[in-house]
């Protein structure tokens, strides 16, 4: 005869309400620090990339990386505040998570007004960076397969933004926009084709020109290839912002 002491007595309805509460309560304790997380990382880095739009500091990039951080940091902090404003609800007796929670929550909300100080003490306005802008005049068609480069220091620098025209006289003009990147400044300005080239315009511009108001008069080319029909160019400096 078996005995029946052996198998495990029904649960009774207090502990399965017990087990049921305790299920609710957690889920609720992790649903407060997941919900705090979302909107306190959401509105850190939302006010971080205000911020840094107001001081108009850094670039893009550093903006960014800025807001990141402090929306890290600030999620963290949400949590924590999250999970500790749940345990004071429903856990009495976990005064040692509570204070823990806080403390974190604390230290996170801290480090989020450090790392503000920090961004607007050491990060520096966005440069400003000096563009040449290029406007050339060619008789007759057929110019678009022509590459325009600027020849700098080190590299070749090729034109941003090139559009052409061709007017009721069968004149192109074109008109492309050169950044100066390299301190050495721009040597000079070449028009090639299939890789050989047909013009150069010589400039030798420093690597930080002042901005002009004006374009130059018209340029006619130092060296042209054979019987290349008639090129001009003008020019003019401008400083953007490049943030």
Known sequence: MSDQNSFPSPATPAASARRRDLAIGIAAVVGAALAGAALSGFASRTAALAF???????????????????????????????????????????????LAAAGFAAVAFFSVALGYVAFAVTTPPPPVQPFLILQLRLDGLGWSDVAITGAGGRAAIPAE??????????VTTADAVLPMLEPSGMRAIILARDG????????????DPPATARYSHWLTPDRRQGATPGIEMRFRIERRIVR
């Open 196 to 207: 050989r080239e047909i013009a150069r315009f010589s400039l030798d511009l420093p690597g």
């Open 161 to 170: 933004g090139l559009q052409w025209r061709v007017d009721t006289y069968d």
């Open 52 to 98: 840094a739009d107001w001081l108009d500091l850094g670039r893009a990039v550093e903006r960014l990386a800025f807001a990141s951080a402090m929306g890290a940091i600030g999620g963290a902090a949400g949590g924590a505040l999250g999970l500790w404003l749940m345990l004071s609800r429903l856990a009495r007796a976990a005064s040692m998570i509570r």
